[in-house]
Nanobody, 114 residues
Framework: VQLQASGGGLVQPGGSLRLPCAAS????????MAWYRQAPGKQRELVAH???????YYVDSVKGRFTISRDNAKNTVYLQMYSLKPEDTAVYYC?????????WGKGTQVTVSS
C-alpha cells in the first residue's frame, strides 16, 4: 500500500486546510485509515481515524474543528481542518493498516502562523 498525502501549507490562525491522502490498492474500502501529526520536539500523535465502516475518532484537541472522511471510489481519505491554531503546526502523516501490516505516507507540513 502506498500513501500520498498532500494539501499542507502556511495558513493564518482561524484558517482552514484540507489534506487528502491517496492510497493504492483495490481494497481501499477495507483499510483502517488515520492521520497522525508530529510537532517539532514532540512525539507523533494520533489526530483522527476512520474505520472501514466509517466510524471516526478524534483526539480531544481537534474535536469540533477537524473532520476525517473517506471516499472509497477515489481511494482517498481526507482531513478537513477548520479554525486552525498555531498549536496545530506539525507534519501530518497519513496512516493505513490492513491485515496486520502498517503503512505510512510521507508527511505534509502544516504551519499555522500570522
Amino acid at each position: 500500500v502506498q500513501l500520498q498525502a498532500s494539501g499542507g501549507g502556511l495558513v493564518q490562525p482561524g484558517g482552514s486546510l484540507r489534506l487528502p491522502c491517496a492510497a493504492s490498492g483495490s481494497i481501499f474500502r477495507t483499510y483502517f485509515m488515520a492521520w497522525y501529526r508530529q510537532a517539532p520536539g514532540k512525539q507523533r500523535e494520533l489526530v483522527a481515524h476512520i474505520t472501514s465502516g466509517g466510524s471516526t475518532y478524534y483526539v480531544d484537541s481537534v474535536k469540533g474543528r477537524f473532520t476525517i472522511s473517506r471516499d472509497n471510489a477515489k481511494n482517498t481519505v481526507y482531513l478537513q481542518m477548520y479554525s486552525l491554531k498555531p498549536e496545530d503546526t506539525a507534519v501530518y502523516y497519513c496512516y493505513a493498516t490492513y491485515a496486520g501490516v502498517h503503512y505510512w505516507g510521507k508527511g505534509t507540513q502544516v504551519t499555522v502562523s500570522s
